[in-house]
């Protein structure tokens, strides 16, 4: 009795984690890395994560928020990968149903950095699931002919049950050699 009971929770343990794979899948994190001058900068985009899900949610009036933590990381081949820089940035949507209008919100590190009122749901998706030339640091800040990568974690708020997987947040990173 005991066996079978085990064997039970392993294959319902498997088929958690296979199905968590199979929703973690279906969002991709698509990061472009981009030294400018004397900048650093990044561009992404979390496809598919605007969902019917989301749009319910948005359309409740719900405050609906996408949080991304953009780290640069300088590879190390024996201890752990030092963080150069860290971004915090969020993107929040507020829709007034009286109105049918969303109010869009950005901030980085806690501070505003835009707003703007809309109607139009493109719009939306776009501010709340990408960003284009983010700063991310300095270039003064990086070693000439090192390896870095920029790694960044999306979460959101409400919670859904597919927008990000079942764990609620989605990684990805791209690798990038920095030659002045």
Known sequence: MNLRRG????VMAAAIVAG??????????RIVPIVNGNTVLVSFE???????????????GLLTTFTY????????????????????VSTSDQYDNLTRQHVLTRTIDGRVDATQVTED????RQWLTSFVRLTVCQTSKLDSGREYYLRIGARSRPHGESLLGWVNAITGQAKFTFIP
């Open 69 to 88: 933590d953009v780290d640069l990381r300088m590879v190390a081949s024996l201890w752990m990968d030092r963080t150069v820089a860290a971004v915090v």
């Open 121 to 124: 749901e493109a719009v939306v």
């Open 46 to 60: 979390l496809a598919d994560a605007y969902t019917n899900d989301v749009r319910d949610a948005i359309s409740s």
């Open 7 to 10: 064997l039970f929770w392993c």
């Open 20 to 29: 968590g794979i199979a929703v973690r899948t279906k969002e991709s994190l």
